[in-house]
Each structure stands twice: as structure tokens, then as C-alpha cells.
């Protein structure tokens, strides 16, 4: 299935679904898949952060790629993470994503070597240059300590096969230097990571969001792309206080830096939509915690049908 130019809409970063021996639950990706497609989302993304890539041996990598495809079965576009240290096994991610009928592919920067922006560029350059696919540039500094420079992607946006960037820093500023640097770009697609600054980057002149939240809820998200696309700005604004509100207590555990991943999951695990399971080094909340969470789970699902019941 080929893309739209720019991508536009609420593309879930879907998580992986695993079972205990942390093998691909097959039945609750399924599941995910058929209720994140009736919430209506423009795409899903597989193998981002939200999917526990770097957690994951390339066997199970592999077979998340190629049955999601065959689940979708191209009724949204499937967007296929294929970042990794090694240069060749993102190639080899990026063939079995052609093979199994993606729309495009997503890499971050590479970790663990130190790089300036002339290798970032000659690497992406490369990169696409190898690949079948239509390439996505993935800002994470947050994981990756390197940040994509908005002059880079600007130099980036005008390779043919490299058509979009994913801004997961989190900080609004630079995501209006990416669309100040890229206004020459119209083509070019252009989405925020963090839900809490949906509206915000939306109303900057975003093309969307690649949100964890619509895993969970995605009417909720797509509600707000939606609204935005409508021009009913207070309808945009209620939504994202009942976003603020749910990331508030689903995602935020001072205890743990991976709370976003553990409550997400958990949560998800409530609604029968996977098991829970975390791949190491990640570990999923004890039950004492799950039930805590449970609480503050019940009060933002009742916020959220209180919002669809009045539609």
C-alpha cells in the first residue's frame, strides 16, 4: 500500500503484544490491529519505542513485520521500524517490509557511536539510497542522544525517498524549527510524538501524531485530528485536557523511567488488548501497582465515554 504525500492523521505507534516467553502474541496483535482500525487511524507504526524494537531479537521483528501486514491487510498503511547500530540489518529489516506490503519505513538516529550532523546526513542519505521503501527520519534524542538539526532534515527532505519525520523531543520549539526549516517541503511529512503537545503542533501546522495513547483510545486521538481539521478549536482544546488527563495518570510513576511503557501496557492489559508482558530490561508492574493503576484507569475511561456519549 503506497502513502498519501504528506502522511497526514493519528498513526499509533503500536506496542508489540508478547507473550510470557516474550514470543509475539499473535491473537492480541489481532486484536489491537481490528480495534485500532475501527477507531478510525490513518496508519499504524510498528518496531518505534512504543514497540520495544531494540528489546527485540530480529525473529520476532521479522514475524510482527510480516504478520501485521498480512492483518492489515492494506486497509491502512503500515509504517515499519528498521533502526538498528548495524547498517546492514536495517537493510534487512527494510527488505522484509517490502516483501510483506509496507507503505514506508522509520529510523532514528544511530545510538551508541558518537556522530555529528555530516554523518547523520551521509547516513540517511545512504539509507535511502539502499531501500525500496519511502523513508521516515525518526527524532528521538531522548534515547538516541543525537538530535536531528532542522538544517539537516531540510538537506534530508531533498533526497526522492525520503518523504517525512517523526519529532518525539517533545519540545515545541523544535518542532516549529522543523516546520520553518521545511516550509520549502510541502510534500513532506511532518508529526509530533508526544500526545501532550498534539493541539499544539497541530495548530503549528503539524501533519499529525504518532501517539501511544490511540492504542488505547484511538477514537479519542482521531476525535481530535478530526475536530482540528474542522476548525472547531474549542472542541480541539477539550479533547486535549481528557488527553492531558489521561497521560497524567496512566503514564506518569515517579518510581520507574519507564513508566510510559508499563502503564500503556498495563492499561492495555485491562482491556483484553495484550498480556502486559515488557521485554527486558523492562519488567511490568507488580500486581499491587497494576491495581493502583486500575483505579485511576477506571476514572479516565469514564471521562473518555462521558466526552464520545455526547457526540
Do not use: W
Not at 11 to 27: F, G, Y
Amino acid at each position: 500500500m503506497t502513502i498519501n504525500h504528506p502522511l497526514r492523521g493519528i498513526i499509533p505507534p503500536l506496542i508489540t503484544p508478547l507473550n510470557s516467553d516474550l514470543s509475539l502474541d499473535k491473537e492480541n496483535l489481532k486484536k489491537l490491529l481490528n480495534h485500532v482500525i475501527s477507531g478510525g487511524v490513518h496508519g499504524v507504526f510498528i518496531l518505534g519505542t512504543t514497540g520495544e524494537f531494540a528489546s527485540l531479537r530480529r525473529e520476532t521483528k521479522v514475524e510482527l513485520i510480516e504478520e501485521t501486514t498480512k492483518l492489515v491487510a492494506g486497509r491502512i498503511p503500515v509504517l515499519v521500524g528498521i533502526t538498528d547500530c548495524a547498517f546492514e540489518e536495517s537493510l534487512t529489516l527494510s527488505r522484509v517490509a517490502k516483501k510483506s506490503g509496507a507503505a514506508a519505513v522509520v529510523a532514528t538516529t544511530p545510538f551508541y557511536m558518537n556522530i555529528g550532523q555530516e554523518e547523520l546526513v551521509n547516513y540517511y542519505e545512504k539509507l535511502a539510497d539502499s531501500i525500496d521503501l519511502p523513508l521516515f527520519l525518526y527524532n528521538m534524542p531522548g534515547n538516541t542522544h543525537k538530535h536531528i538539526d532542522p538544517s539537516t532534515a531540510a538537506r534530508l527532505a531533498k533526497h526522492p525517498n525520503i518523504v517525512g519525520l517523526k519529532d518525539s523531543s517533545g519540545d515545541p520549539y523544535a518542532f516549529q524549527a522543523y516546520l520553518e526549516a521545511l516550509k520549502s517541503f510541502p510534500e513532506f511529512s511532518i508529526l509530533v510524538g508526544p500526545e501532550e503537545i498534539l493541539a499544539d503542533t497541530l495548530a503549528m501546522g503539524g501533519n499529525g501524531g504518532v501517539t501511544g495513547g490511540a492504542n488505547l483510545f484511538p477514537k479519542l486521538y482521531v476525535a481530535l485530528f478530526e475536530a482540528y481539521e474542522k476548525g472547531e478549536t474549542d472542541r480541539v482544546q477539550e479533547l486535549q485536557e481528557v488527553i492531558l488527563y489521561l497521560s497524567e495518570r496512566l503514564y506518569q510513576n515517579e518510581n520507574y523511567s519507564s513508566s510510559y511503557l508499563k502503564g500503556l501496557k498495563a492499561a492495555m492489559s485491562f482491556e483484553g488488548l495484550c498480556q502486559g508482558n515488557l521485554a527486558l530490561p523492562l519488567y511490568p508492574y507488580s500486581e499491587e501497582e497494576k491495581t493502583q493503576l486500575l483505579e485511576k484507569y477506571r476514572l479516565v475511561k469514564e471521562m473518555i465515554e462521558r466526552i464520545e456519549n455526547r457526540e
